[in-house]
Each structure stands twice: as C-alpha cells, then as structure tokens.
C-alpha cells in the first residue's frame, strides 16, 4: 500500500490505528509528505466547493409535454395494433361464414337435411378420388408447400414484428 | 408541503395515478443530472438532449423500480448509461477511447494555470475536473456533488467499488499534483 492510497484513506477518515501511527510516522520522516497531505486536503476543500449547474430555463416543462406526447403515440399505436388484429379475426369470421353457406347451399341443392359435420365427411369421402388426384398433383403440391412456407414465414415476421413493438414500448423514448 | 415528498412517496403517487407529480422529480434531480452530462457530453445541447431522454425512460421505467436501491442511483444510472449512448452515437468513441477511457489521469501535461487574476484556485481546480477521464470526473461529481457513497457509485457505473475508490484516489491525486506543480495549495488551505 502506497503514502498515496493511505493519504487518501486519511482524507475520508478511513485508517485504523496502525495505519494511522504509519502515516504519522512516514510524515515525521519526509517533510513532502506532509506537502502531499496539504495538497490533497486543498484539492478536497475545492471539490466540496462543487456547484451544480442549472438546468436550461423551460426544461421541466419540456420534459413533461414529451411525456404528455409519448402516452398519446403509444395509446394510438396499441389501438391501431388492436384494430389490425381484429381485422384478421373478422376476415377469418368471414371466410368460415362464407365456407358454411356455400356448403350448406350445395348441402340444399342435394335435397337432403343433414348436421353440417355428416355433411363435411360425406362430402370428402364421395370426392376423396378428387382429393387424391390433387395431393398426387406435383404442381399442386409445390405451390401448397411455396404458400405454406410464405404462411409460416408471414407468422414469424409478424411475431417478430409484434416483439419489435412491445419492446419499443417499453423503451420509448 | 409536497415538495418534502420522499423520491419513492412521489413514484407512489405516479403509479396512483398522478403523472404531473413527476415535476417534483424532474425538478430535484435535473441540475445534478445536467452538471454530470455536461461533464460527460461537453456540449450543452447534447446534454440536455440527453437529460430529458433520462427522464423520459425513467418515467416509462417507473414501474420497474425496485426499491431496493434508491431511486437517485437507479435514476443516475439511466444518466449515465444514456450518454454512454450519445458519446458512442455521436461517433465520438475513438475520441472517448483516447482520451477518457484511457483513464490517464497525469494532467501534467496541460500547461493551464490560473488564466485571470477574477479566477481563485478553487474555480481553477474545478476547471481542471473537465481534464480528468470521463469516469474520473464522473466519480468525483457524484462523490462530492451528490454526495453518493463509494458503493452507490459503483452500481450507477456498473464497475467495482475498489474501482470506484481507485478512480477516486487518482483525480484526487492528479489534482494534488497541479496544485503541487503551481504552487497553489498554500492558498486554498
């Protein structure tokens, strides 16, 4: 341990007896020391001295429009990021719908009543050569894997995207 | 009567619901806050680009306090880590990398002594702070102007308290020995 760090540790009250006898000791032999130990008790006096300076005139006011403005962005982003959501649910609402009616209609055309499950297997299990033909079909079953990549691809991104934006939420600034 | 509000009876009262009690936080800490980016950005638009910045994460963050710390490091953390952020955005990390994070704390080199016969030894050892390392300066302000302890720095500056007391020891030292240099200690004593 250096006079430098003990002289330090003095400055802050920080030595033990020992330590204490050490340095009174290290003064008595070396007049510089004793300079040293002035110095620093200058250089701490002046560091106590230490004003802060003034924030710019207006600042808290500033701070508190930013804040204000802040809130509004991210209540329109959370209910712009709803309505989107509830535009993806509405489409599926839709197609479903639209699915049902059309199936129904034939179900109506056929003349016969039945629950719309039965109807569904029957309707897959009279037409299933039709289905086979089509899952047999190359063609068909390089552009089913190119869409289900683009679907799956179009999920990640929209995770991500969704990820992306609660984080930036949490950090606004 | 609500300005005696403790820091964590004004964030309760923020979280109640009460955003505008904010003022009373902004006001406390945006001096100190200011003199610390000052030191760090040595620029005053920058500074204040950076304090209200501070400020704003740390409304958006208030949640997120855990009270085990006060909220002054906590506060002064987000300061501090934000212009760790401008210094480097503003492309001014070579220069940072030279010149501050080099922790050189030997100003002998600089010739200035006091430049007027207006300015005492006093106004011309707090000039000298802005010649220390960043960090150094940094350790100083919070240790003497916002009276943090050794420990307390430490976590704003997310570094060691042995550390923390190193970077202490050394400026204080550095400036001892321009006082020493010029001569200077016998008059502020």
């Known amino acids: 341990m250096n006079n430098d760090d003990l002289l330090n540790r003095y400055l802050d009250n920080e030595l033990g007896i020992d330590e204490l006898q050490t340095i009174k000791n290290e003064i008595e032999k070396d007049g510089k020391i004793l300079a040293r130990l002035k110095a620093l008790r200058a250089v701490d006096n002046s560091l106590r001295q230490i004003k802060s300076e003034n924030a710019p005139a207006g600042f808290t006011e500033r701070v508190m429009k930013a804040i204000a403005d802040s809130s509004i962005k991210v209540k329109s982003k959370v209910s712009y990021f709803f309505l989107s959501m509830i535009s993806i649910l509405a489409v599926g609402i839709i197609s479903i719908f639209v699915l049902s009616v059309r199936i129904l209609g034939i179900q109506e055309g056929g003349g016969e009543s039945k629950p719309l499950p039965q109807y569904i297997k029957e309707y897959f299990g009279k037409n299933s050569g039709i289905w086979e033909s089509i899952l047999k079909n190359n063609t068909v079953m390089l552009i089913g894997s190119m869409a289900a990549l683009l679907l799956l691809l179009s999920l990640y991104f929209t995770i991500e995207a969704h990820k992306n934006f609660k984080n930036r939420l949490n950090n606004i600034s | ?189």
Do not use: C
Request: charged letters at 30%; proline letters at 1%; hydrophobic letters at 40%.
């Open chain 2, 1 to 189: 009567m609500m300005r005696n509000l403790s820091d964590i009876e004004i964030i309760d009262s923020i979280n109640r619901g009460n955003p505008s009690d904010y003022t009373l936080l902004v006001n406390r800490y945006k001096d100190r806050a200011f003199t610390l980016l000052k030191r760090m950005l040595k620029n005053d638009l920058d500074a204040e680009e950076a304090l209200q910045d501070s400020f704003l994460k740390a409304y958006n963050s208030l949640k997120n306090f855990r009270r085990e710390a006060q909220f002054s490091t906590w506060f002064y953390k987000i300061v501090y880590n934000t212009a760790l952020t401008v210094i480097s955005s503003k492309k001014r990390k070579i220069e940072v990398e030279m010149s501050s994070f080099n922790e050189e704390y030997d100003l002998s080199g600089y010739k200035d002594e006091i430049d007027s016969s207006k300015e005492n030894v006093r106004d011309y050892i707090l000039r000298m702070i802005d010649k220390l390392p960043i960090r150094g300066a940094l350790v100083v302000i919070l240790f003497y102007l916002d009276g943090m302890s050794l420990a307390e720095i430490s976590q704003v500056m997310g570094i060691s308290m042995v550390n923390t007391k190193v970077m202490l020891h050394r400026s204080r030292n550095s400036l001892r020995d321009l006082l020493i240099k010029y001569n200077y200690q016998e008059e502020i004593l």
